[in-house]
């Protein structure tokens, strides 16, 4: 629905862009309704969607390949990469070999050249193969999927499954992914085919208050709903209440007490009249009135009746939402109390505006006042808290952190070269912290610098200062391994054991000489012996010897023989030899 409205004299249009305002008169006011979609939307990598994308690449090459002025006509890959920058190069050139062929040397070197026996199409086959609701339908879906993914939703949840009859998947969807253009227009359009029905009031309802329909799709089938109680199963086989029970006379008297004529009674038959008693009574009985509960049949809606009430909450929906749009009270949008950026946005704008008439100022001297002034307000307010607050508790600091709200303006320049500026509102406490500590130590050129790179750029300096850091790592790592290593020293002698000086680790047997005691030539060499390694603090008791340190299967032990057996090792007695 669409209805006209008297617009005040007061009234102008405000437009806005990134580089200026413009004031625009307004001549007529018309409020639409909800709008009911006429063409499916296709879902994120749907065949539909890839079809789309394929079909728009190649009605792209196509009027490329007009607009050349060459003979033959040719293009170059780097017009339509700048155009499609998500497809790869692959991709393009499976389009560009239907049609042009690609050439290497000669004059057309590097140029995508059009194939001599290929007609290009012309304009009415090119607007045929991609209709402008294709081209709707696709961005529309391009955006939800953006607005998902940004919202935390992967590709598990964006795509779900759109069979017919998949219901138990659609209850399980969430409320953001229903409401996606995809899901509501196919439920729609489904709708309308006696497919399924609607939801009518819920999530995906615009308007937010009930004055819309929910496009989302709901069994034909009446449900029960989550909150409802179940009505007790009630039975009436063998009982009075059995109607198969109930004699014609008795029926008819029935009839005559709810006030049904006498000469419609003698016109029906007799299961024609058990059949009115029923709907009388259970009519009766949902009214509410007392001893009609008898006779009365069914807490369910059969299919009939479920279709006649939604009709009805469809009728009731419309019915407000025109009485909504066609009405003429004006509703104040302002609030009791507008905020401070608000306000002083508004003072601003003003302040521009009458100094542009007064001053005959350009927009870009007034940005770089404001952007100056602003630039000064900062510097002014940090080092006002700098000096006012030399100590203040973390928690005190946090807290107000969190009302801090820093402006940013940039200036940047277009394709044409002119400079127009954007601003930037920045609340989280730690971003603010960042930027003004970078503003703080960094100087003027690094800061220029660092903004003119691209993102290449800096992913090879975040790597280059990654592979600095391990490599200083891995020097840390050997210094300290090779100190550990100069400060080992060979341990000594267990208590209570008959070693003289050192302790051969290595010796299976204690019947072997010590290494200590043998006598070496003075012109020999000491062969250099094996490092012991650092032994961590144990608090084990060997069970051979006694001592604490090590266990009875460790060669340490002045009592190890070499077995690997379960039982426990005796100390030899001195005066009998260790068996071979």
């Known amino acids: 629905p669409i209805y006209e409205h008297t617009l005040p004299q007061t009234d102008f249009l405000i437009i806005r862009t990134r580089q200026a305002y413009y004031v625009r008169e307004v001549d007529a006011l018309f409020v639409a309704g909800q709008e009911c979609p006429l063409y499916e939307v296709p879902g994120p990598n749907s065949k539909r969607a890839n079809n789309f994308v394929r079909d728009f690449l190649q009605v792209y090459i196509y009027r490329l390949f007009w607009k050349s002025r060459d003979n033959p006509r040719r293009i170059k890959m780097d017009d339509i990469k700048r155009a499609f920058p998500s497809h790869s190069e692959s991709s393009i050139r499976k389009r560009l070999k239907l049609c042009a062929d690609f050439k290497r040397t000669g ?5 995508w050249v059009i194939k001599p026996e290929f007609r290009l199409p012309s304009e009415e086959e090119i607007r045929a193969m991609v209709s402008p609701e294709q081209c709707c339908a696709y961005f529309s879906m391009a955006a939800a999927e953006q607005r998902l993914k940004d919202a935390g939703y992967g590709e598990k949840f964006i795509f779900t499954p759109q069979e017919d009859d998949d219901e138990e998947m659609q209850l399980k969807m969430d409320d953001e992914v229903k409401v996606a253009p995809w899901n509501t227009t196919r439920a729609y359009i489904q709708a309308m085919r006696g497919k399924c029905l609607l939801q009518l009031t819920g999530p995906a309802d615009p308007t937010g208050c009930g004055e819309g329909f929910s496009y989302v799709r709901v069994p034909n089938k009446p449900t029960q709903q989550p909150n409802e109680e179940q009505q007790p199963k009630r039975t009436v086989t063998g009982t009075d209440a059995d109607l198969r029970r109930l004699s014609l006379n008795n029926a008819k008297a029935l009839l005559r007490k709810f006030g049904v004529p006498e000469e419609e009674i003698k016109k029906l038959s007799r299961w024609e009249v058990i059949d009115v008693v029923r709907t009388l009574s259970t009519e009766k009985a949902k ?3 007392e001893g009609m509960t008898k006779f009365s049949r069914g807490n369910r809606f059969s299919i009939a009746e479920h279709q006649e009430r939604y009709k009805e909450e469809c009728q009731r929906i419309f019915e407000l939402q025109n009485r909504v749009l066609q009405s003429t009270e004006v509703l104040s949008t302002d609030e009791a109390e507008s905020s401070a950026s608000e306000e002083s946005d508004i003072d601003e704008m003003a302040k ?5 008439l007064a001053n005959k100022k350009t927009t870009e001297q007034l940005s770089m006042e404001r952007e100056e002034a602003e630039r000064a307000e900062l510097r002014k307010m940090i080092l006002g808290q700098n000096e006012k607050k030399p100590q203040i508790n973390q928690a005190d600091q946090q807290t107000s ?6 402006r940013i303006v940039r200036t940047f ?3 044409s070269g002119q400079r127009y500026t954007r601003v930037e509102l920045v609340r989280k406490p730690a971003v603010i912290e960042a930027y003004t500590k970078i503003r703080q130590t960094k100087d003027e050129a690094f800061i220029r610098q660092f903004a003119t790179m ?13 592979r600095i850091q391990e490599q200083l790592r891995r020097i840390r790592r050997n210094q300290e391994r090779e100190r550990l290593a100069g400060n080992v020293t060979v341990p000594a002698s267990f208590p209570g054991e008959s070693l003289s000086s050192t302790i051969d680790l290595i010796s299976p047997s204690p019947g072997l000489i010590p290494l200590g005691q043998i006598k070496q030539e003075p012109g020999e060499h000491t062969p250099s012996r094996r ?3 650092l032994k961590p603090d144990l608090k084990l008791k060997c069970g051979a010897c006694g001592q604490v340190g090590h266990m009875r299967t460790n060669k340490a032990c002045p009592l190890y023989t070499g077995s690997m057996g379960g039982g426990p090792i005796s100390p030899p007695e001195p005066d009998i030899e260790p068996p071979p």
């Open 287 to 289: 009214a509410g009135e």
């Open 107 to 111: 004059l057309d070197s590097n140029w």
């Open 413 to 415: 320049r277009n394709a």
């Open 531 to 533: 490092r012991a390694k």
């Open 401 to 406: 952190n969190q009302g801090r709200v820093l």
């Open 352 to 356: 521009n505006i009458e100094n542009m």
């Open 454 to 466: 691209d993102e290449t750029q800096k992913e090879e300096m975040k790597r280059e200062k990654r």
